[in-house]
């Protein structure tokens, strides 16, 4: 059973920078794609960037430029480095996994295992 991990929300001002991560302890991710998705109150889950499992990322547009994605197979982790963050970034992040997810785009139908949440609040 895939069970996923995420770690490393908070507050922060604007500007600033965090960095999620999101671990499936004891099972093998090298295979998956995966991919963060966040949530805003009132709002419909939005992807933010996602990652095949050969490496390659897309991006939201809204996240071009001042986010990162990456994974580390070996700790079987995968990481969201968010720079830049403004109000609207202001959400309930999960990151997610499936097989073959991100060959087309970032889209929560790819994917059929997904972490608990993570708050992320960005104050002006």
């Known amino acids: 059973q895939l069970h996923l991990v995420e770690s490393g929300g908070g507050l922060v001002q604007s500007g600033g920078s965090l960095r999620l991560s999101c671990e499936a302890p004891?099972?093998?991710?090298?295979?998956?794609?995966l991919g963060w998705f966040r949530q805003a109150p009132g709002k419909e889950r939005e992807g933010v960037s996602c990652?095949?499992?050969?490496?390659?990322?897309k991006y939201a547009d809204s996240a071009k430029g001042r986010f990162a994605i990456s994974r580390d197979n070996a700790k079987d982790t995968v990481y969201l480095q968010m720079n830049a963050l403004q109000p609207e970034d202001t959400a309930v992040y999960f990151c997610?996994?499936?097989?073959?997810?991100?060959?087309?785009?970032?889209?929560?139908?790819?994917?059929?295992?997904w972490g608990q949440g993570n708050q992320v609040t960005v104050s002006s």
């Open positions: 990652i095949t499992s050969g490496g390659t990322t």
């Open positions: 004891g099972y093998g991710l090298d295979f998956l794609g």
């Open positions: 997610a996994a499936g097989l073959a997810a991100c060959n087309n785009s970032i889209s929560t139908a790819e994917y059929n295992h």
